[in-house]
């Protein structure tokens, strides 16, 4: 279990908050709207109203205490930046920011975050690959250019083991995982495992080469 700090109850804080808590975690939540937090207090214990903006709610919330704070705030970016840089300065262990724009992202990084997303840019991203290319039913980007893919199995793959096809030699990918029509995920496959009817499989490797084999 680990202890998070959400700043900001926009659409992406409720989410990853709402998240993080199901998977057991401990979570404290913080907006300034008074309303939200009212909203919102039911389902989280730590839930409260404050400016974090100021200095003296962030010492309040002892921020250096969890074992990473995002700031959600991605609409209003210069309360974003002030926040990110006085966590930091307070002894925030992991910094999250959210952002819109790549110019946003620098300033974040430089002003204290560890780690810039961009969760409406990467959304668009995933939805626009599983719309052209119709075979595939999720898309993780990677850096430098690799991605990991869920895709049907290939035909002429199946009744065949990892092995007799000899994927990463030909194809320039590796398999993570395999899921079969069951629902049923195998992680890490065997290179005896043998691909079925129906199967799915998780795929990583070079954006070009793991969208070349959704075709």
């Not at 808590?21 to 008074?34: K, Q, T, W």
Request: proline share 2%.
């Amino acid at each position: 279990m680990k202890s998070f700090l959400i700043i900001g109850m926009g659409r992406f804080g409720r989410k990853l908050a709402e998240d993080l808590l199901e998977r057991g975690n401990e979570v404290m939540i913080v907006d300034r709207d008074e309303d939200t937090i009212n909203e919102l207090s039911a389902h989280f214990s730590n839930a409260f109203i404050g400016d974090c903006t100021n200095e003296d709610v962030l010492r309040s919330l002892g921020v250096n205490n969890f074992d990473a704070i995002v700031v959600a705030m991605g609409a209003d970016f210069q309360s974003s930046l002030e926040i990110t840089a006085l966590v930091k300065d307070l002894g925030g262990r992991h910094v999250v920011s959210k952002a819109n724009k790549d110019i946003q992202a620098k300033f974040l990084l430089r002003n204290g975050a560890d780690e810039v997303v961009y969760p409406d840019r990467d959304m668009a991203t995933r939805l626009s690959v599983r719309l052209h290319a119709r075979n595939i039913f999720d898309y993780v980007e990677l850096s430098n250019g690799y991605a990991i893919v869920e895709i049907a199995v290939p035909k002429a793959w199946i009744g065949r083991s990892l092995r007799e096809n000899d994927i990463r030699r030909r194809h320039g990918v590796n398999i993570l995982a395999i899921r079969s029509s069951d629902g049923k995920l195998d992680p890490m496959p065997d290179a005896d495992d043998v691909f079925h009817e129906g199967d799915h499989m998780f795929v990583m490797g070079e954006e070009n080469a793991v969208l070349k084999l959704s075709k």
